[in-house]
């Protein structure tokens, strides 16, 4: 798997830069452990939900672990994320 040794204002930049499921998973894994940058379960969520509807299997997991871990806002806030992030990344 590869890892991103950039700082975190560039993160969703590469993001939108390669767009692959790898890359969005990631991302997603960067957020979730506060990697690189500080910690942020509606990134993470984010990122894995991208992860996930491109074909990484692993991502969804992800994703449940840290959904239980957030309230029904979160997850919410993270969706409409994912969704906006859509609109511009198809």
């Known amino acids: 798997m590869a ?6 204002p560039e993160l969703a930049t590469m993001a939108e830069r390669q767009p692959n499921a790898e890359g969005l998973f990631e ?8 990697d690189q940058v500080e910690a942020d379960l509606v ?5 894995f939900n991208l992860a996930a509807l491109r074909g990484y299997e692993e991502a969804a997991w992800h994703r449940q672990q840290i959904a239980e871990e ?21």
């Open 27 to 34: 991302l997603g894994m960067l957020y979730a452990n506060g």
């Open 70 to 90: 957030m309230t029904a806002a979160d997850i919410a806030a993270a969706q409409r994320a994912a969704r906006e992030w859509l609109k511009t990344h198809h």
């Open 3 to 8: 890892r991103f040794d950039i700082g975190s």
């Open 43 to 47: 990134a993470a969520h984010k990122w």
